[in-house]
């Protein structure tokens, strides 16, 4: 299983990405996906994730600015970022888990800063 995560920039507060994951290889039908991040000197957390039904769990700083969604034909994840704080920058890393595993991409950069 392979992910690939793109989307990630500098963008200024107040401002808005939209980071997308694809999935490839033997994906069970019955999965979660999700995004994560890790800033400097932290441990990497939650942001939000969605199962194959479209139930969704969110990060509580992230509710109400950040949507996650997919596209189960395309194995794709998406995660839409409005409302960006500084606080928010981070190596974001999509994730999928299903049959009691978990995979890793390889993480994108988000920069807010003026």
């Known amino acids: 299983v392979q992910l690939q995560a793109s989307g990630g920039g500098l963008v200024q507060p107040g401002g808005s990405l939209r980071l997308s994951c694809v999935a490839s290889?033997?994906?069970?039908?019955?999965?979660?996906m999700g995004w994560f991040r890790q800033a400097p000197g932290k441990q990497r957390g939650l942001v939000a994730v969605?199962?194959?039904?479209?139930?969704?769990n969110y990060a509580d700083s992230m509710k109400g600015r950040f949507t996650i969604s997919r596209d189960n034909a395309k194995n794709t994840v998406y995660l839409q970022m409005n409302s960006l704080r500084p606080e928010d920058s981070a190596v974001y890393y999509c994730?999928?888990?299903?049959?009691?595993?978990?995979?890793w991409g390889q993480g994108t950069q988000v920069t807010v800063s003026s």
């Open positions: 290889g033997s994906i069970f039908s019955i999965n979660v």
């Open positions: 994730n999928i888990q299903f049959l009691g595993r978990s995979y």
């Open positions: 969605i199962n194959d039904g479209g139930s969704t």
